[in-house]
């Protein structure tokens, strides 16, 4: 007997589904392409737990008849495409045939179908793979198919499956992706009988971007449109300087095919990072345009990924595109000044002004002075503390010098910190202090110092359960997408521990009425978004957790840094100070270093010459 034999058909389609059924997700968007295939002008998806238990796409488009129903349960049956020519013309979404039978064979498949000529319908019912009966049933024209208990009749991809949360979120954001290519037609979303959206027929993109992610988002953006050489743009895109801390509204479509492409949004970073500081995406609904032989569609199993004939000919164009209109709406002169790097000249020290070393003296009125004269800036208020004044620590008594004992500090480090004697020199482009020591000269990153400093202090208020706050005369107002919506209403205890106060205000808005004194109230409103937008992404944990106390705290401090002047010794001091009272002087919360010193060896080294 061979080796080689035929599989049995239940088992291909178990293989295939497992190319094309990744999550559930992956279920709804093959049975909302076969909807909008058939030319439906509503679509109705409905799911619970996370689609584990229960996926129900039900449309009122052509409907098929019983033989039709029948076939299309079987591998590779398609109305779409009859010769391998047909591929560079194509004009719908599904063509393969693989997604109806690799969904009924991992789970419970009950299809209804009736088209209009038929005065009955259809009534097909698929359990793990096997034809359990096919009936009349008496429905509307149209399809209605309902999956239950995906992946029972294999346990193991279950058990990769993410929490309902997660889940759910997928879904959301598949469905909405289907809602803006189609904004004629109508679209409900329920979860477990809950309404998570009802969109009507809109009339163009904009109307269906405020339905689904808020007014406020889309009275934000401008229409674009170009055509050059049988390629064609138009759709959405933000205004300079109206960014997001997570790509979620970068979305790009292809011949109407939503899709994650790398070309499409390498160009829209890149033409936006004049416009948009580092770490910030823009906000974009594109439609690209282009004929169908001259993009591959079929290189990726769940079609999420495509390729180009020419990628260099679609990037140029794309870039050419949006730069226009970006310069159209007059960004120069709304554009954020960019900073020069400048050396400020080093002056002198004072007749007879010491060097100093980190000590840290008991509070006197002139250290008090100078200190708060130092303060970083803040709301006001009365928990404001000065920095080096007590609000980060106990201050040390006497002369005692700093403790910087930490696991993360090296003896080098330890020992240049606290027995050598540093002397301001300066300020070098605008963030580098510079210092001489005994042993050479030490840079102090003043960005990175602030970020720590501001880092501690606010973990130690939140620890102590007094984060200083302010009302706001004025609440801000926020607008979300049902997913972000949700989490924002799951996050609001946690973010009232951080000093803000969100209320909810009907439906998917929210007002932020309080602030933190660390947070401007005209950045209150992206500060919160960027929170929400990293949770969704799984960039760190929701709930109480350390892990989320942290990256909330991180995100504080970058928010939080407005750098004061450094002109005087003894503010140079005052910082010094302040850096080596934090529990690790020696990085900032996110990794990077606070100072490092040139030795006179190394700068010999690099001069070329001896010591």
């Known amino acids: 007997?061979?080796?080689?034999?035929?599989?049995?058909?239940?088992?291909?389609?178990?293989?295939?589904?497992?190319?094309?059924?990744?999550?559930?997700?992956?279920?709804?968007?093959?049975?909302?392409?076969?909807?909008?295939?058939?030319?439906?002008t509503r679509v109705e998806v409905e799911f619970r737990h996370g689609g584990r238990?229960?996926?129900?796409?039900?449309?009122?488009?052509?409907?098929?008849?019983?033989?039709?129903?029948?076939?299309?349960?079987?591998?590779?049956?398609?109305?779409?495409?009859?010769?391998?020519?047909?591929?560079?013309?194509?004009?719908?979404?599904?063509?393969?045939?693989?997604a109806l039978p690799?969904?009924?064979?991992?789970?419970?498949?009950?299809?209804?179908?009736?088209?209009?000529?038929?005065?009955?319908?259809?009534?097909?019912?698929?359990?793990?793979?096997?034809?359990?009966?096919?009936?009349?049933?008496?429905?509307?024209?149209?399809?209605?198919?309902?999956?239950?208990?995906?992946?029972?009749?294999?346990?193991?991809?279950?058990?990769?499956?993410?929490?309902?949360?997660?889940?759910?979120?997928?879904?959301?954001?598949?469905?909405?992706?289907?809602a803006l290519a189609f904004p004629q037609v109508a679209f409900v979303l329920l979860e477990g009988g809950r309404e998570?959206?009802?969109?009507?027929?809109?009339?163009?993109?904009?109307?269906?971007?405020?339905?689904?992610?808020?007014?406020?988002?889309?009275?934000?953006?401008?229409?674009?449109?170009?055509?050059?050489?049988?390629?064609?743009?138009?759709?959405?895109?933000?205004?300079?300087?109206?960014?997001?801390?997570?790509?979620?509204?970068?979305?790009t479509f292809i011949n109407q095919r939503p899709v994650d492409s790398r070309t499409l949004n390498y160009a829209l970073l890149e033409s936006y990072q004049e416009w948009l500081p580092k770490g910030r995406y823009p906000v974009a609904f594109l439609f690209y345009e282009i004929d169908p032989a001259a993009v591959d569609v079929n290189v990726h199993p769940a079609k999420r990924e495509v390729r180009f004939r020419d990628e260099a000919q679609t990037r140029g164009f794309v870039i050419r595109a949006l730069l226009s209109k970006l310069?159209?709406?007059?960004?120069?002169?709304?554009?954020?000044?960019?900073?020069?790097?400048?050396?400020?000249?080093?002056?002198?020290?004072?007749?007879?002004?010491?060097?100093?070393?980190?000590?840290?003296?008991p509070p006197t009125a002139a250290s008090a002075s100078a200190a708060t004269s130092h303060a970083l800036p803040s709301a006001g208020?009365?928990?404001?503390?000065?920095?080096?004044?007590?609000?980060?620590?106990?201050?040390?008594?006497?002369?005692?010098?700093?403790?910087t004992s930490h696991e993360t500090r090296s003896p080098t480090a330890t020992t240049a910190v606290t027995s050598r004697h540093w002397r301001w020199l300066g300020v070098a482009h605008s963030n580098s202090a510079v210092f001489e020591t005994p042993s050479g000269v030490v840079l102090l990153d003043r960005r990175a110092t602030h970020e720590r400093i501001w880092f501690e202090r606010i973990q130690r208020e939140v620890n102590?359960?007094?984060?200083?706050?302010?009302?706001?005369?004025?609440?801000?107002?926020?607008?979300?997408?049902?997913?972000?919506?949700?989490?924002?209403?799951?996050?609001?205890?946690?973010?009232?521990?951080?000093?803000?106060?969100?209320?909810?205000?009907?439906?998917?808005?929210?007002?932020?009425?309080?602030?933190?004194?660390?947070?401007?109230?005209?950045?209150?409103?992206n500060f919160v978004r960027d929170w929400i937008g990293g949770l969704r992404e799984g960039r760190f944990s929701g709930g109480r957790g350390q892990i989320a106390r942290d990256a909330l705290a991180r995100m504080a401090a970058a928010k939080a840094i407005r750098l004061p002047e450094l002109r005087t010794d003894v503010e140079a001091r005052a910082l010094v100070n302040d850096l080596f009272l934090c529990e690790n002087p020696l990085v900032s919360p996110s990794g990077r270093a606070t100072f490092f010193e040139l030795t006179h060896g190394e700068i010999a080294r690099r001069s070329g010459r001896s010591q």
């Open 1 to 40: 007997m061979g080796k080689v034999h035929r599989l049995p058909d239940h088992v291909a389609n178990q293989i295939a589904a497992g190319e094309v059924i990744e999550r559930p997700a992956a279920v709804i968007k093959e049975l909302v392409e076969n909807a909008l295939d058939a030319g439906a």
């Open 53 to 98: 238990s229960l996926m129900r796409v039900e449309d009122n488009g052509a409907g098929m008849s019983r033989d039709d129903a029948l076939l299309a349960l079987e591998r590779h049956a398609t109305s779409k495409i009859s010769l391998a020519d047909d591929l560079n013309r194509l004009a719908s979404f599904g063509f393969r045939g693989e």
């Open 102 to 178: 690799s969904i009924a064979s991992v789970s419970r498949f009950e299809l209804q179908t009736r088209e209009a000529s038929s005065e009955a319908g259809t009534e097909i019912l698929v359990n793990g793979g096997k034809l359990e009966h096919v009936r009349e049933c008496g429905r509307p024209v149209g399809t209605r198919i309902e999956v239950t208990h995906l992946f029972n009749s294999v346990p193991a991809r279950r058990k990769f499956l993410k929490s309902d949360l997660t889940e759910t979120a997928h879904i959301v954001q598949t469905v909405r992706l289907y």
């Open 196 to 251: 998570i959206f009802r969109s009507p027929r809109c009339t163009g993109l904009r109307e269906r971007v405020g339905e689904l992610f808020g007014r406020q988002t889309a009275e934000d953006l401008v229409e674009i449109e170009a055509e050059e050489r049988g390629l064609r743009l138009s759709g959405l895109i933000g205004r300079p300087a109206i960014g997001r801390g997570t790509r979620h509204e970068m979305i």
């Open 327 to 361: 310069r159209s709406l007059g960004v120069e002169a709304t554009r954020a000044p960019i900073s020069v790097p400048v050396l400020r000249p080093v002056s002198p020290p004072p007749p007879g002004a010491p060097s100093f070393s980190l000590r840290v003296m």
């Open 381 to 403: 208020g009365a928990g404001s503390v000065p920095l080096g004044t007590g609000g980060l620590s106990t201050p040390h008594s006497g002369s005692e010098p700093v403790s």
């Open 464 to 525: 102590a359960g007094a984060v200083p706050s302010q009302h706001l005369l004025l609440p801000v107002p926020m607008e979300f997408d049902p997913v972000s919506a949700a989490v924002m209403k799951e996050q609001a205890p946690f973010l009232r521990e951080y000093g803000f106060e969100v209320a909810e205000f009907g439906g998917n808005c929210f007002r932020i009425e309080a602030v933190p004194q660390w947070v401007e109230p005209l950045e209150a409103g």
